[in-house]
Nanobody
Framework: VQLQASGGGLVQTGGSLRLSCASS????????MGWFRQAPGKEREFVAG????????YYVDSVKGRFTISRDNARNTMYLQMNSLKSEDTAVYYC?????????????????????WGQGTQVTVSS
């Protein structure tokens, strides 16, 4: 499956952005999806995950209540609505996919558990 992330940009503290991840190549609803981010000098970290059906979601504590992950299987697209952005949210954001056949728990959030990655989109939050 090919993934294309978009929607990043420059936003002020407290602002909002919506990231999109478009999928092509294989049946989108066969994949659990996730968002990760990587700030300069830091390791890539999990942000949010969503099951293939959209019924289950999971967030890292630092974004709970501010970010919302969703998906539209008819449009082969996943989203990340980011509100109340903070300077520490500045990073390159990546979308990722893994086959639902792996039957991983939604809380399995390691980068190695995901098989496919998009190219990343830069999010910069300025104060």
């Amino acid at each position: 499956v090919q993934l294309q992330a978009s929607g990043g940009g420059l936003v002020q503290t407290g602002g909002s952005l919506r990231l999109s991840c478009a999928s092509s190549g294989r049946t989108f609803e066969n994949y659990d999806m996730g968002w990760f981010r990587q700030a300069p000098g830091k390791e890539r970290e999990f942000v949010a995950g969503i099951s293939w059906s959209g019924h289950s979601t999971y967030y890292v504590d630092s974004v709970k209540g501010r970010f919302t992950i969703s998906r539209d299987n008819a449009r082969n697209t996943m989203y990340l609505q980011m509100n109340s952005l903070k300077s520490e949210d500045t990073a390159v954001y990546y979308c990722a996919a893994r086959s639902k056949e792996k039957a991983y728990s939604i809380v399995k959030i390691t980068t190695s558990s995901y098989d496919y990655w998009g190219q990343g989109t830069q999010v910069t939050v300025s104060s």
